[in-house]
């Protein structure tokens, strides 16, 4: 008895969120005009809520310069630390920072004074991070005011973005010879009384989690498929070389199937095919003999 009351009241309490349900949809359409007005001020008042932060984030970032000593010599390892530095601070600041605001900058400089800056542009909280270097005494770190160019009528601009399998590893570039050298060579024949400047930034930006794990899932789901694809194919290999090798050949031999001759045969049976089952010229042509189809 206490069960069926039990169940009586779950069909009620059922009934009458789905009642509660199709009214809220019902107060929905009739008032879908008012929500999208609403919708579509929220999403405006965000935005210029995430601008504003964006511009407060930017107008408190932290400018450094790194000058090296003469006896500057890195290796690969200390290169790595530092790239592991500014993978770091490209993820520093406030969670309610925009994440344009809370990239990192890094932008070699030359205007003809100077063959070539190195500067590190990051969010005020990275400051700490970025003050010390893994090249220890060999590399001094300055901090600088933000960079102020004047108006220049000609200008030359090219973005270069990365593309490639997810995951995929960069090309190793060996340190001797100085893969900087290229730059400083382009850079060498610029005026500086003709105001001529080159710059090259780069630009380090924290991806979003679910971008990385939506760019997770491809990679697998791709390695997955490759690795079927390969596991088929040596599926097929190993098929054709049992048939093919010294135990498939006497398998075949002790098969009284094939010694009828019959449907599959190889052994003795690699002869013409057998005659069509309706009627035609080739009728009476071949007869099954001892080992297959013969011709008559």
């Not at 990275?126 to 200008?155: F, I, M, N, S």
């Not at 050298?181 to 930006?205: F, K, M, N």
């Amino acid at each position: 008895m206490e069960a069926h009351t039990t169940a009586v009241n779950s069909v009620h309490a059922a009934a009458a969120l789905i009642e509660a349900l199709t009214a809220v949809a019902h107060w929905a359409i009739a008032n879908v005009w008012w929500l999208a007005l609403l919708g579509a001020a929220a999403w405006a008042g965000w935005e210029y809520l995430q601008r504003r932060l964006a511009a407060k984030a930017l107008s408190q970032r932290t400018c450094l310069e790194l000058v090296p000593t003469p006896a500057f010599e890195p290796d690969s390892e200390q290169i790595w630390r530092q790239g592991m530095q500014l993978v770091r601070a490209a993820g520093s600041g406030p969670w309610w920072t925009a994440r344009r605001a809370r990239s990192v900058r890094v932008r070699l400089r030359a205007d003809g004074i100077r063959p070539l800056t190195h500067r590190i542009e990051a969010p005020a909280g990275a400051h700490a991070l970025l003050a010390r270097t893994p090249y220890g005494p060999r590399v001094q770190v300055e901090e600088v005011p933000p960079v102020a160019d004047k108006h220049r009528p000609h200008v030359v601009r090219a973005v270069l973005t990365l593309h490639g399998e997810p995951g995929s590893r960069l090309r190793e570039v060996p340190l001797d010879p100085d893969p900087l050298q290229p730059l400083l060579d382009a850079v060498a024949d610029l005026r500086a009384e003709c105001g001529d400047l080159a710059e090259v930034c780069v630009d380090l930006s924290p991806a979003p989690r679910w971008h990385l794990a939506a760019r997770r899932a491809q990679a697998m789901h791709r390695d997955r498929a490759r690795a079927r694809r390969e596991a088929q194919r040596d599926a097929r290999w190993l098929i054709r070389e049992s048939d093919d090798g010294v135990a498939g050949v006497m398998g075949r031999l002790l098969d009284p199937a094939e010694w009828r001759g019959g449907p599959g045969a190889r052994v003795g049976g690699g002869g013409p095919p057998p005659p069509p089952a309706g009627p035609g010229p080739h009728r009476g042509r071949w007869r099954r003999g001892r080992y297959g189809y013969e011709g008559c």
